[in-house]
DNA sequence: ATATCTGTAACGACTATAGTTACAGTTAGC
DNA sequence: GCTAACTGTAACTATAGTCGTTACAGATAT
């Protein structure tokens, strides 16, 4: 599987971000702790901004902080701002519509999409930003 | 998200095999549904052998078949036999261990991890093979 | 023996992502 | 107004993963 290492950095950013929310964080102070490249996390940091979870400045002092409070937000706006696919992708090529599984198959396996989907909602959608902040500044893992 | 393409095609496949339990289904066969190359389908049902799903046999009359009833195959175990990966990667660098949050970030991370991992199981150990058999066989996609 | 399968290695084509450089546009502070 | 400091984004390269394909060794029913 070639993962999305993109929702790690979002909630990576994010916890960065909640430690203060009325300070305009600069992208290559957020690069550094994620240990990557300042235009990297600008580019992370659009789709965050596209879904509003975050507010940008541009211009000398400029910089990024929370659009809204650590508590209002959570995992599974996340995930949907940074993760434009699905957890497993249908047929590359459309199955053959002569076969009766061919010809259903399809239907069938995007109804576990949207099952699939709706577990891994149901789970991201318990974590604000502020309990990950919390687990993050306190160095439990343990959720 | 490079998504994988492996799981649905399991579950094609495997609705296939359990159209007959006592029959050897060829490769070639099955690829043929799947509209893909036989050696893409092998690569597959080695997976799939490997995780005890599926018997194949070797030489002429040889195939595949479940190496189980449909109804005692649920498709966590389908995801889990094709599916090494997460649904999310951790972060392809290390964090930087001097910031307070990429020192603990990769723990929290990798709790979120499991948990999601653990809401695909309760969604998908639900569906048996032999359940998506009938949805195939109805043409309909109602879970 | 022979024809028919699987298993697997090897290779090229394609795609997605990450990292990097470069630069236009915006803004605070002097 | 200038200048320095930021963001936003395009363009390019490097890298890695997947898919399709050819090729062939090994197994087995007849």
Sequence with gaps: MAANSQFSMAVHVLSMLARSKDENFKSDYLAKSVNTNAVV???LLGQLNHARLVMSQTGANGGTRLARCP??????EVYKAVNCG???ALHAKEPNKDCPVGK???AV???LQKDIDKGIQEKL?????QSVFEMVAQGTASA
């Design 125 to 129: 959608s318990k974590y604000s930003l």
């Design 109 to 111: 396996l995007c109804c």
């Design 71 to 76: 508590k209002e937000i959570n995992l599974w």
């Design 104 to 106: 259903n198959i399809e």
């Design 86 to 88: 699905e957890v497993f």
């Design 41 to 43: 996390v600008r580019r």
